[in-house]
């Protein structure tokens, strides 16, 4: 069993920065791949990010590419999403994932799923 509590979601201006983090419970995080997702309004759940269970792989959507970096702390059992130069468009529900295979997958479901930040970037 694995526990996901997102935190640092909150409202920025366009262009600032803010950055996400999941915490995760349980011994077995370094069995999980993670992946940063992302709901807005009337549209439907992306990938944003995911990060291989070692850290030495991780995967971008275009739209985020070159501004947001994931990463894993395993002695934080912690995973966070660095954003910078957000823009109007990043605004969401961001929700963190683990899933129990060396590289995320998302075509497949996630294992676990955190309850959710809330992202607001205003113009």
């Known amino acids: 069993q694995v526990r996901l509590v997102e935190s640092g979601g909150g409202l920025v201006q366009a262009g600032g920065s803010l950055r996400l983090s999941c915490a995760a419970s349980?011994?077995?995080?370094?069995?999980?791949?993670m992946g940063w997702f992302r709901q807005a309004p009337g549209k439907e759940r992306e990938v944003v990010a995911t990060i291989s269970r070692s850290g030495g792989t991780t995967y971008y959507a275009n739209s985020v590419k070159g501004r947001f970096t994931i990463s894993r702390d395993t002695a934080k059992i912690t995973v966070y999403l660095q954003m910078n130069s957000l823009n109007p468009e990043d605004t969401a529900v961001y929700s963190c994932a683990a899933q129990r295979r060396y590289l995320y997958d998302a075509t497949f479901g996630a294992d676990y799923w955190g309850q959710g930040t809330q992202v607001t970037v205003s113009s």
């Open positions: 349980g011994s077995t995080f370094s069995s999980y791949a």
